[in-house]
């Protein structure tokens, strides 16, 4: 293990060798064998969008390490094609988290569904980052990648994880992948998700033990109450069979993030087809497709970024969150939107006092929480995602500003996993596996001034 800490990593001139260092040992400190942990105490499985996040930093340390990482979450996918948003560690004790293996139950519950009868996942998904992970980890080393056929065996896992999300989860029918869990856009306790939670009669309180506030703050944590909704949408999805065609789905929305994320996906897989000698075009239609659902769908010029829609509803959400300004990264928006998000992210909602981060939610709207998990901290993965997209776009100053916040943060706060914005205080777990990963990625892929830098070569 050590040995791979003592590689060297080509860091871009003038990098902290102190925080790669630091960076490193969070990685190899949270590996396990197959996969990273989030974090050893609040997160001991595997997640799903968290693995690919990881995957994009461990490329730059072990690329076979970045691909096992990716390899060993589509081990556990299913048959109809969903990425369980945790795979669970038979080794870790079944109190640890919750919900743990013994809610999902996925490979009786999930059976019908598609679910493999090892190992243990949960039901639900979290957003689609996966395919772009791969073509990064793909071009990090694309001759060993070949030799390993990498892509060639996640190619039709990844088809068929984005078909599962173009079918079975366009709930709305306007071409957008909804999401039936606030857990499934990762963005757990967001308000964004406040009003349609409301509806969902909660779990009561001794039917469940949460094992979170063992390890994290109950201020920073998300509420009794929500977590009682968390678990009744979950207990009932189950109790359908985890079957999108049978579940009543008493929570549904299109999230902007998630469905960037997909965009995103769909160029990195016609890039991927294209390096297997196959025709690509049938992606870029799709990323095309879906760029106009989003803009029909979620984009508000008015407030000048994205939002969510209700499908119960039908409504647009009003809250202003960070989740709206992640369509940055996709490449083909129309003309004025990239101006526009632009314009919100460095406007009073989202410049932050004490971080250069993105604070999570509007500082000035009326939920804003400085402390509380996605009510306002400023997190990691979305501050990459947008300097990725602000470079998308060549607002390249922007994207070095940004860039340089995550390093400064990642380092300052011991790969935190939040950060309070008003404070600067470090929120959540430390030596969080993200913030470490996206942390080595900005310094070691800084990104090329005046570049577009999209997953397409
Ligand atoms: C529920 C692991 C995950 C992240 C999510 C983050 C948090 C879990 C929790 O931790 O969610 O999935 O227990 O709160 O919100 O984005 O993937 O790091």
Redesign the pocket.
């Given at each position: 293990m050590t040995s791979l800490a003592d590689r060297p990593v080509r860091p871009a001139p003038g990098t902290d060798q102190a925080l790669r260092r630091g960076a490193t040992g969070v990685l190899l400190g949270n590996w396990t064998g197959a996969s990273t942990v989030?974090?050893r105490t609040?997160?001991p499985h595997q997640?799903s969008?968290?693995s690919a996040f990881v995957a994009i930093g461990l490329r730059h340390l072990s690329v076979r390490r970045a691909q096992r990482e990716l390899e060993s979450l589509f081990a556990a996918q299913w048959a109809d094609g969903r990425v369980p948003?945790?795979v669970f560690n038979p080794a870790v004790p079944e109190d640890a988290y919750f919900p743990g293996p013994g809610f999902w139950r996925s490979s009786r519950a999930g059976h019908p569904a598609g679910a493999p009868p090892a190992p243990e996942t949960s039901g639900i998904v979290?957003p689609p980052v996966h395919a772009l992970a791969a073509w990064l980890v793909h071009r990090a080393d694309p001759d060993r990648s070949r030799r390993r056929g990498f892509l060639a065996r996640l190619y039709p896992r990844l088809t068929a994880w984005h078909d599962y999300l173009l079918t079975r989860r366009d709930l709305g029918g306007g071409g957008l992948a909804a999401v039936v869990h606030p857990?499934e856009p990762?963005?757990?306790n967001s308000p964004c998700w406040d009003r349609a939670l409301a509806r969902v009669e909660p779990a009561p309180p001794d039917a469940f033990r949460r094992a979170?506030l063992a390890h994290g703050r109950a201020a920073d944590r998300?509420t009794d109450l929500d977590y009682g909704r968390y678990v009744r949408l979950a207990a009932d999805y189950r109790e359908a069979g985890y079957d999108d065609r049978r579940a009543a789905h008493g929570f549904a929305l299109e999230d902007p993030c998630f469905n960037a994320l997909l965009i995103a996906g769909e160029h990195a897989l016609a890039a991927t087809a294209r390096a297997l000698g196959r025709d690509g075009t049938p992606h870029t239609a799709r990323a095309d497709a879906l760029t106009r659902h989003l803009v029909t769908r979620l984009w508000d010029a008015d407030a000048g970024l994205f939002r969510a829609r209700d499908l119960r509803t039908d409504t647009l959400v009003p809250e202003r969150a960070v989740t709206g300004l992640v369509p940055l990264i996709v490449p083909h928006l129309p003309a004025g939107v990239a101006a526009a998000l632009r314009a919100t992210l460095t406007g009073p909602g989202f410049r932050a006092p004490a971080t250069g981060l993105v604070p999570s939610y509007d500082l000035t709207g009326p939920a804003f929480d400085p402390q509380r998990?996605?009510r306002g901290p400023a997190w990691f993965n979305t501050a990459w995602l947008i300097q990725r997209g602000l470079r998308t776009h060549r607002l390249d100053t922007d994207a070095e500003r940004l860039r340089r916040a995550v390093l400064t943060e990642a380092g300052r706060t011991a790969f935190a996993e939040y950060v309070d914005p008003v404070t600067g205080t470090p929120r959540g777990a430390r030596h969080f596996s993200?913030t470490a990963a996206l942390a080595l990625d900005l310094l070691c892929d800084p990104g090329t001034p005046g570049t577009p830098d999209t997953p397409v070569p």
């Open positions: 989030p974090s609040l997160y997640w969008w968290d948003h945790i979290q857990w990762g963005t757990d979170d998300p998990y996605w993200w």
